[in-house]
Structures are given as C-alpha cells and as structure tokens.
C-alpha cells in the first residue's frame, strides 16, 4: 500500500511503525503499570489509548488485564463478569457516574443487550446526554470507559462483533518475550544502563516540550502583536531569548539521542541470553501439543 501511496503523490512516512507515535515517556508511564515496552506491546497499548471503540483484548497470560487493573486504579475501576447478578444494572451505575469498567472473562458472543454501549449509542434527551440499555434511559457520563478481556487464547469472534469493537492481540509473541526478557536482564545486570536509559528518555521528552512551549509563545505573540512588529520591543527581545534557548535545547537533544543510542548498544550485548530464555519458553509451552503415545 505503500507503494499505491507513492503512485498517488499521498505523503508517507519511511519506516513508520505504530509505536512512535507514543511518546518514551508515555510507554515508560505503560511500562511501571505492568506493559513490558517491547515494540509489540507498546503497539497494542498505542491501540487501547487511541481507539475510537471499546477495545476486546485476547489476553491469555493475563498481561494487559493487569496492565488495565492499574492504568485505572486511580479511577476507581470496577471489574464485572457477564455472568455475576445484577450485572446490567451494575454495569448502568458505572456509566452513570462516569467509572471505567473491565469486563473480563468474555466469550466469544456477547449478549445484544450490551450492543448499544459498545456502539456509543447515546443521544441527547431534555438537555442531558443518555444511552438507552433496555427500558432505561440512564445518563451517560463521558469520562466512561470499557475494556472487554478474553483468556481464550484463539478465540473466533463473528465479523458482526468485529465491527463493534477493536480486537487487540495481547498473546505474548516470541520475539516479544525476547524485547522484555532483554529488558529484564539488563534490570539485573545492568542497573546502571536502566537508569540511565531512564534518565534520558525524561530528558530527551523535557527538550521536546520546551522546544514545543518555545514555539507556541512565539506564535501567540506574534498573534496577539499589533502595528510594525519591529517596534514590538518586547517581541523582538523573547525571539531573541527563544533563539538561545531554542539552540541549547537542541543540542542538549542531540547529545540525549546519541547516549540513548550508545546505551542500546550495550544492552543488545544481553540479546543472546534473552533469545535463549524466549526460546526455552516457546519449547515449554509446545510440549504439551505433543502426543504421548
């Protein structure tokens, strides 16, 4: 498609993979919520923050609904299953009063009563915003979240499922396991290259938002200016300022990127040991596909 694009004249980014436009500070955030911060799973967390429907994550290993459970804890997440009671009208308290839900456990249909939350159904009645879940109308609160999570590990779901939500893989992949076992090594043997991979990605992410604070300033001067801006003292002096600092904070951005290049270096000297673990692994887990007899 890329290709097609180009035929086209459309613009398209070389090497665009989905994770960069997750910021490092953000997957680091993801990460000490318990998302491991290979490619992989920074993708799928990009997907569940972004999504502009409620995501159904197949999660065998437990690993995105752990991530979910502390994502929102400061939320007052409340965890359902389909088949607790009362699970309907617990489910309308939640959209009431704008809680996130994480409804685990799903199989491969869900009732049709869940349909028009899934589908954001909602219309504005007397003046308030409403989905209607059966016979009640029930306010909608807008901070409201669904996640939908299934242990089932190659579940088959009905394309008429598929259009209303956002089907996200969690299953741990070989070379995903590899990217965390490797992070993990280098924790243990190297604490001194975690922390400073640490350190730089918050400097690196602090010289990107000055660079971009630098840059509104300028344009909402030059916005809010009136007459000859070459009279606008005031205006030449912060372009001036902003130049400086513009300058130091891109080289200081220059110097960050070239250590975080260095420090993956170094940690890529533990590949092999990570290989070996996603490896044994893999091996493990297929065991049980073999036939005794």
């Known amino acids: ?14 090497g665009f993979s989905l994770d960069s436009i997750t910021s490092q500070v953000t997957a ?12 992989f799973s920074v993708e799928n ?30 939320n007052q997440l409340k965890v359902l299953k ?19 839900v994480l409804l685990e456990n799903i199989g491969e249909e869900l009732d049709a009563s869940l ?13 308030r915003l409403v989905i209607k879940l059966g016979e009640n109308e029930v306010d909608y609160d807008e901070n409201f979240r669904l996640y939908l999570t299934t242990k089932m590990p190659n579940p088959t779901y009905s394309p008429e499922l598929q259009i209303k939500v956002a089907i996200v893989n969690f299953t741990v992949t070989t070379k995903g396991l590899e990217d ?41 001067m030059l916005a809010d200016a009136t007459g000859d801006i070459l009279d606008n003292l005031e205006l030449i002096q912060t372009l001036s300022d902003s130049k400086v600092t513009s300058i130091e904070v891109s080289t ?19 590949r092999p040991v990570a290989t070996r673990g996603s490896l044994l692994y893999a091996t493990i887990a297929d065991i049980a596909n073999i036939d005794h007899m």
């Open 115 to 127: 349909d028009p939350v899934l589908l954001k159904q909602t219309y504005k009645s007397g003046g």
């Open 45 to 74: 967390g990009t997907i569940l923050d972004r999504s502009q429907r409620w995501c159904l994550m197949i999660d065998p290993q437990g690993q995105a609904n752990n991530f979910v459970k502390k994502k929102e804890r400061d």
């Open 180 to 220: 965390q076992l490797l992070n993990d090594v280098v924790a243990v043997e190297r604490a001194d290259l975690a922390e400073s991979k640490d350190k730089v990605v918050v400097q690196i992410a602090d010289g990107q938002k000055t660079l971009k604070d630098i840059q509104d300033k300028i344009l909402q």
């Open 28 to 39: 680091r955030q993801w990460s000490l919520w318990g998302l491991p911060l290979d490619q």
């Open 1 to 14: 498609w890329t290709e097609r694009c180009h035929d086209l004249d459309i613009p398209v980014t070389e």
């Open 252 to 270: 200081a951005l220059s110097k960050a990127e070239v250590t975080s290049a260095e420090i993956q270096t170094a940690a890529e000297k533990y």
């Open 82 to 100: 389909m088949t607790q009671d009362k699970f309907m009208q617990q489910l309308e308290q939640n959209i009431r009063i704008g809680r996130p």
